[in-house]
């Protein structure tokens, strides 16, 4: 906070950052191999000569070593980030527990902007809507009914129907595209990159986050939403399959107390 003497930092803000600095390395990754397969062979300029094949070929690995200069920055980066996040995080965990409080505020304040009672709540009416079902993984009207339930957001005073959505990518894209879309549904977008598994993700799902799932590798699968219990298990009316299997594109969304 600036002008006051305080400083503050928001460790879930830069885990975010952190997961879409690694979507962008790992399409850097994707970049570099696509690269290094474009090899034209020195007899495709034989019209030219062996000049031109030497000049392409060097300039080809020009542009590789560049490319991975560029990527091992953003990785060493992307460690500092983290580092710090997860360094500021203990380091006011320690002061706030040395004083008796809470981290991010004095005693008997609000420690973080996420409301555990809410993701608690949310992911409880998930599990329970789940029993017995067979899972609807396609279903925006059932998270939105869980959000709703849950009293979060603006959706008790100004409910969505998820009949104003195509399907998932869109209600996700609506919800990722302005704050106070995730403001109205009362969650706040904390990841939003590319993962091969949830272990990819910075901090982890927590139980009650609302978890979107989009596949990049496989046209025949299908986006899917659902809200997340303890050990990562996913819900929508049943409990849904949490294998993202391949390269994914991934958003969590926490539900907030403000």
């Known amino acids: 906070m600036v002008g006051t003497g305080e400083y503050r930092a928001e460790p879930e803000a830069m885990r975010s950052a952190v997961g879409n600095l690694g979507g962008i390395i790992m399409q850097g990754i994707n970049v570099v191999a696509d690269l290094e397969r474009t090899v034209l062979q020195p007899m495709s300029f034989a019209t030219f000569g062996s000049a031109v094949a030497a000049a392409n070929t060097a300039m080809q690995s020009q542009q590789v070593v560049a490319v991975r200069t560029l990527l091992q920055l953003l990785q060493q980066i992307n460690g500092f980030i983290k580092s710090s996040a997860d360094a500021y995080q203990a380091a006011d965990e320690a002061v706030a527990g040395g004083y008796g409080g809470h981290p991010g505020g004095g005693a008997g304040s609000t420690s973080s902007i996420w409301g555990n009672s809410h993701a608690a709540e949310l992911a409880t ?7 017995g079902g067979a899972g609807e993984p396609s279903s925006v009207g ?20 998820d ?84 390269l994914a594109k991934v958003s969590v969304y926490r539900p907030a107390s403000v």
Not at 142 to 161: E, F, K, M, S, W
Not at 206 to 217: A, I, Q
């Open 125 to 131: 009416l998930a599990i329970n809507d789940s029993a």
């Open 163 to 246: 009949t104003r959505f195509q399907g998932v990518s869109d209600f996700n894209d609506w919800l990722a595209g302005d704050a106070d879309n995730q403001a109205r549904v009362g969650v706040i977008e904390v990841y939003a990159g590319t993962a091969r598994h949830f272990g990819d993700i910075p901090g982890g799902v927590h139980s009650g986050d609302v978890v979107v799932v989009e596949p990049l590798l496989f046209s025949d699968s299908k986006p899917i939403i659902a809200i997340a219990g303890e050990g990562g298990q996913l819900y929508n009316h049943g409990l849904i399959e949490a294998d993202i299997n391949g």
């Open 142 to 161: 059932n998270v939105l009914r869980y959000l709703g339930d849950a009293r979060l957001g603006q959706l008790g005073d100004h409910p969505i129907t």
